[in-house]
């Protein structure tokens, strides 16, 4: 069974503060991606990385990095978290392949940034 | 215009109802599409992908409809477990994979 791990549930920052989230999964993805969920404006892609070292731009990379250095581990960075980035932050991995495939997603980070 | 959009509900029925919903996608060039199914405060999870033929699943059939660019699903006898957020997902055409994702629609079934 495909598991998508998330290093915390809920997160406070302050306005400022460098915040890392981390993702790992277990079953040898190739592809990994962040999204935030937001109401009335659903799923966005932040980033997505389809091997180690390699990362893509996806809707709304503005504000946030990521890092993947190795291969189950995808990390998201606010390098200065603003009010404006609360909200559900959500992992998600795949298999390579034409797009038919699953993402299977991490429960989730709630960040409230103050 | 967004690339995918729902009606984002709440539809409310009751139980044993059938419901539908319909999803629009703006890119006529998209190749792969899917709904998945998110409880409240959980994970969008995959309920089923949608073929061009229509598939059926138990009490959920999905539809295509290419010429209209649009997506349905239909939930028969709905039961209370049904009740969640249905995510209309698209893979558009050269975005390897990348999933876009339609806001979804809420789905309440009362006893």
């Known amino acids: 069974d495909v598991k998508v791990t998330q290093s915390s549930r809920y997160l406070v920052k302050r306005t400022g503060e460098k915040v890392f989230l981390e993702c790992v999964q277990d079953m040898d993805h190739e592809n990994m991606f962040w999204y935030r969920q937001d109401p009335g404006l659903g799923l966005r892609l932040i980033y997505f990385s389809y091997d180690v070292k390699m990362k893509e731009k996806g809707d709304i990379p503005e504000g946030y990095s990521v890092s993947r250095e190795k291969k189950e581990r995808f990390s998201l960075i606010l390098e200065s978290a603003s009010t404006n980035q609360t909200s559900m932050y959500l992992c998600?991995?795949?298999?390579?392949?034409?797009?038919?495939?699953?993402?299977?997603f991490g429960p989730g980070t709630r960040l409230l940034v103050l | 215009r967004k690339e995918v959009e729902q009606d984002p509900g709440p539809f409310n029925v009751p139980e044993g109802a059938t419901v539908a919903f319909n999803c629009t996608y703006s890119?006529?060039?998209?190749?792969?599409f899917f709904w998945y199914r998110q409880d409240c405060r959980k994970e969008p999870k995959l309920l089923m992908s949608v073929y061009s033929s229509g598939n059926e699943d138990g009490r959920f059939t999905a539809q295509l409809n290419r010429a209209s660019q649009y997506i349905s699903l239909l939930i028969r006898d709905s039961k209370l477990s049904d009740s969640a957020t249905y995510l209309c997902v698209v893979n558009m055409v050269n975005a390897g994979n990348m999933l876009t994702f339609g806001g979804g629609t809420r789905l309440m079934v009362k006893p």
């Open positions: 890119n006529s060039a998209s190749q792969s």
């Open positions: 998600a991995s795949s298999p390579q392949g034409a797009g038919l495939e699953t993402q299977y």
